[in-house]
């Protein structure tokens, strides 16, 4: 299933994030942001479980803002979660 979730602090201003039934990540996506940076994101996470990347980035702060690209990821990862 397919996902859109509008960022908030960061570069980039949207993901869209493709998971599997079994809770697995298929596909990443950032609209903005760091291009580079955050296709490596989506290549790092594809294949993993929603649980293991939310532990994993969680918390990365970019520059103080109290948030990062990966740390936005995580929390569309916990609202999609929270809806299933």
Do not use: H, W
């Not at 809770?23 to 594809?46: D, M, R, Y």
């Not at 939310?54 to 999609?80: M, V």
Request: charged share 25%; aromatic share 4%; proline share 1%.
């Amino acid at each position: 299933m397919q996902y859109k979730y509008k960022t908030q602090g960061t570069c980039s201003r949207e993901i869209t994030i493709d998971i599997n039934d079994d809770e697995t990540i298929e596909s990443v996506s950032f609209l903005g942001g760091c291009n580079g940076n955050l296709q490596g994101i989506g290549a790092l996470v594809k294949g993993r479980k929603i649980d293991e990347v939310i532990k994993t980035l969680k918390g990365i702060d970019c520059n103080f803002r109290g948030t990062s690209c990966p740390d936005q990821l995580a929390r569309a990862l916990e609202q999609i979660k929270a809806q299933g």
